[in-house]
């Protein structure tokens, strides 16, 4: 390519980083003072678009008024972060990092629905910027006025929100709460309505970054999805809650992409190396490197430790009671019943697969996070793994079923270990991150490998062979997920579970007492992947098919929403919280085309009123009552 070509993609660099600064920039300023992983801040960078969009077309005819309705709806949508964090996010500031998670994703499904209701399914084409329609010439190219206007905002936000955290006595408590929230609320500032504040300039942020793209690209529904990637990997890079960092990062990736466009295709030893299909994957190869060699970011500051509460109550190394098999028992003879009732409810065997499926991978993750006390963001990566592992092994190797199913479970584990080793390096939210970005990688390769994985549009025609006609795959599959489940329980409650509770609860003291801290975990996390692996594998053969959605973000928080629905205290909790999800996500969808609205609600209330999940309130519920029974027999042995 020619210099003209380098300058030209370097601005359009500059341009993209202004944009990702300004998006990520209040996700950056939210995570320092909240703690709070806010997954819907992609949300209000897609509602500031719309907004923006519907005052524009009223009162944006010319410079001034353009600019005005930028600004107001951001200020709409600040507004509304506003009351989201005093009427939500407020009374879960305590809860665990992955319940608060769980509600943020609650809102995403709310929110998308809501702008669906309110603006309908099609794509909205804002109007250019009046004065700013135009392009340059550089050298023998053009660039868009308008991008150039961009370079100049970033750095001019980036200089307004410093100088509002360094000059003013609202940014010196921002500060103080970053570093300790405790401390200042002892010397009696009243932190919630400080938060509050935070969170409004936030989503004002967030907001006036999906504002200016307007003039750039069309406001639909897929925004939320697509940005949020992007914004945490901005975040992470640059360091939790540093904004200079922030838009550090956002100029290395920006410029990074840039660079991969400029180099096209080059050819080296008689291959060709495609450089701009790295731009799908580069940010998050970056955010790996960073994460790996320096977790807390270039600008940022290591978090302090704080003890991982989300425990499972299972953790004394008893095994649960005879009520619990025999309740398992009753599950099971319920399950293999089902197919007698497909010529009255012909769809029940197949959604019964669809969550017998699920809950196997909500139980691989379950190992992670609950015994292990590792959360994820990308486990859907080793679901992917076992099920392009199992359609390319039957598909183009010819293996039967079963030795696909045993190879998928190999891959799935082998991708673990080389993963795990770096992810169990780390914790918390540094640790989730990480495993987002390995499972971006894997989803970049399957989406544009089209000679191998058939890129976009996967691989079809992957069928259990005929002596598993009928229903004799359901049983196939139930089988084998029982067995599956009955080997992770045997886990957790063997020696080696033990030790794996105990890094978890103390790595300190398990590292005292012999174990080998990090080995036990990276030996946990293999054991998820593969599970998860074989999930994915019985997954293709009961679809017939294989393609990159089954890697997305999507797929992660799906398996995130089962665990925590279920509940991460207690081992039934995947398999209640999988039943669950797969029940209401179906049910929701057949009445209404605004189910997503309706699951995200019910998230929210399990949520407020159930923190520990189904099937955790209901242990607690049964102990309770348990507790009160042998009271009253006690009280009445003593009247006797």
């Not at 996700?27 to 524009?56: C, D, E, K, P, Q």
Request: charged share 10%.
């Amino acid at each position: 390519m020619h210099f003209s070509g380098f300058i030209v993609q370097f601005l359009n660099g500059l341009a993209e980083a202004s944009s990702l600064f300004l998006v990520a920039a209040g996700l950056s300023l939210i995570f320092g003072v909240t703690r709070i992983v806010n997954f819907a801040h992609g949300s209000l960078y897609m509602l500031g678009i719309y907004i923006a969009y519907t005052f524009t077309r009223h009162w944006g005819q010319g410079p001034l008024g353009f600019w005005l309705c930028l600004i107001a709806a951001a200020l709409c949508v600040g507004a509304l972060g506003a009351a989201l964090e005093i009427g939500l996010l407020r009374r879960i500031y305590r809860a665990p990092e992955m319940f608060q998670l769980l509600a943020t994703f609650a809102l995403v499904l709310v929110i998308n629905d809501a702008t669906l209701w309110l603006w309908g399914p099609d794509d909205l084409l804002g109007p250019l910027a009046p004065g700013l329609s135009g392009a340059i010439p550089v050298f023998d190219r053009y660039l868009p006025v308008y991008d150039l206007a961009l370079i100049v905002l970033g750095p001019f936000v980036l200089v307004c929100v410093w100088l509002l955290l360094t000059r003013t006595r609202w940014g010196a408590l921002i500060r103080a709460a970053t570093q300790d929230r405790e401390m200042l609320g002892a010397l009696g500032v009243n932190q919630a309505w400080l938060f509050t504040s935070v969170f409004a300039l936030g989503a004002f942020l967030a907001a006036f970054g999906g504002a200016v793209q307007i003039p750039r690209q069309p406001a639909n529904l897929s925004l939320d999805m697509s940005v949020i990637g992007d914004a945490f990997v901005v975040v992470v890079v640059g360091g939790m809650g540093s904004i200079p960092g922030a838009y550090l990062a956002a100029l290395i990736i920006a410029q990074v992409k840039a660079l991969c466009i400029v180099l096209g295709v080059v050819s080296f030893g008689g291959f060709e190396f495609a450089f701009p299909k790295l731009t799908l994957v580069a940010e998050f190869i970056f955010m790996a490197l960073v994460l790996v060699f320096r977790p807390w970011g270039l600008l940022g500051k290591p978090l302090a430790a704080i003890r991982n509460t989300d425990a499972p109550e299972a953790s004394s190394g008893q095994s649960p009671g005879g009520w619990f098999k025999m309740a398992l028992l009753a599950l099971v003879l319920a399950l293999m019943a089902l197919p007698l009732l497909a010529h009255t409810f012909p769809y029940a065997p197949v959604l019964a697969l669809d969550i017998i499926v699920a809950v196997l991978f909500a139980a691989s993750l379950h190992f992670m996070m609950g015994p292990g006390g590792m959360p994820s963001f990308g486990h859907a990566a080793y679901f992917g793994l076992g099920a392009y592992g199992a359609a390319l092994l039957f598909k183009m190797a010819g293996w039967h079923m079963v030795a696909a199913l045993a190879g998928a479970l190999i891959v799935a584990g082998a991708g673990a270990v080389i993963f795990g080793w770096f992810c169990v390096r780390l914790s918390g939210v540094y640790l989730a991150m990480l495993t987002l970005a390995f499972a971006q990688i894997i989803w970049s390769v399957a989406y544009q490998w089209d000679t191998f994985t058939g890129g976009s549009n996967g691989i079809i025609g992957i069928w259990p062979p005929d002596w598993l006609a009928g229903a004799g795959y359901y049983y196939f599959a139930l089988a084998m997920v029982v067995l599956a489940l009955l080997a992770l329980r045997r886990a957790v409650f063997s020696p080696f579970g033990l030790a794996l509770r105990a890094s978890r609860d103390s790595a300190l003291r398990a590292d005292a007492l012999g174990v080998d801290v990090k080995g036990v975990q990276w030996a946990a996390f293999v054991v998820a992947g593969a599970w998860a692996g074989l999930a994915g594998a019985l997954y293709v053969f009961s679809k017939g098919s294989a393609s990159p959605d089954v890697i997305s973000i999507q797929k992660s928080v799906d398996g995130l929403i089962m665990v925590m629905l279920g509940g991460v205290q207690t081992l039934a909790g995947p398999i209640v919280g999988a039943a669950a999800f797969k029940m209401l996500q179906d049910y929701f969808s057949g009445i209404t085309q605004y189910w997503h609205a309706l699951l995200g609600g019910v998230i929210l209330l399990l949520v407020l009123a159930f923190p520990e999940g189904i099937a955790g309130s209901c242990k607690r519920l049964l102990a309770s009552r348990q507790a009160q029974s042998s009271g009253s027999i006690q009280d009445g042995r003593g009247s006797a």
